[in-house]
Structures are given as C-alpha cells and as structure tokens.
C-alpha cells in the first residue's frame, strides 16, 4: 500500500531544487523555521528559486512569497544567507498579506 503522505515528485520542491542544480541553475532555498500564531505554512515549508525568479513550494502563500522570491535573488547573487520574518506588527506584514495575527522565520540560503 502507497503512503498517502508521500509527496509528488514533481512537486516536491527539494527535488526540483536538486534537478534545477544539475540543470546549471542557480538556486536558493527558502524554509520557514518559526511559526507563531496563525500561520498559513508549517515549519519546514520551502520554496525553491532560481535566478530568473522561477519557483516552486511555497513558504505562506500571498505577497509573503513574492517578499521571499525578491530576497531570493539578492541571496543567489552575493552567496549569504538571510533570515527573514513577516508579522503583524511589522508594517511589512499588512504589505505581504500577514495581517490575520500570524508571524513566520523564514531562512534563505543559496545552494551548491
């Protein structure tokens, strides 16, 4: 019997991270590391992108990825991670979709 928790290769984004870095891509990964309150994603969520922009996963959902696929780029191209949170009593959260009382960590590092 098939394990109903198995991801779907084709969505799964550590795989398609690793298939994006045989391709010649450059990539960074995303992982929401802390959850407090009402969080769309749980910790250990990713969001795989590369330098184009292109990604896959998800992180939140809303702006907060596009906040993330942003932040992304500057991590592939200086090579340093970054450790991001989006929360209510940022300003930033009303911005990035955040404002139903949640906040989330969000670390991004380049790969390979």
């Not at 009402?38 to 907060?64: K, M, T, W, Y």
């Amino acid at each position: 019997m098939e394990n109903a928790a198995h991801l779907d290769a084709s969505r799964d984004p550590l795989l398609i991270a690793e298939e994006w870095m045989k391709s010649g891509r450059d990539v960074a990964l995303a992982t929401v590391v802390e959850t407090w309150g009402s969080a769309p994603r749980p910790a250990g969520s990713h969001l795989v992108i590369d330098a184009e922009g292109n990604f896959q996963g998800s992180v939140s959902g809303g702006c907060v990825e596009g906040a993330v696929i942003a932040e992304a780029a500057d991590v592939i191209e200086s090579g340093k991670p970054r450790m991001l949170e989006f929360g209510v009593a940022d300003e930033t959260a009303w911005r990035v979709g955040l404002s139903c009382g949640g906040r989330i960590r969000v670390y991004v590092e380049r790969l390979g």
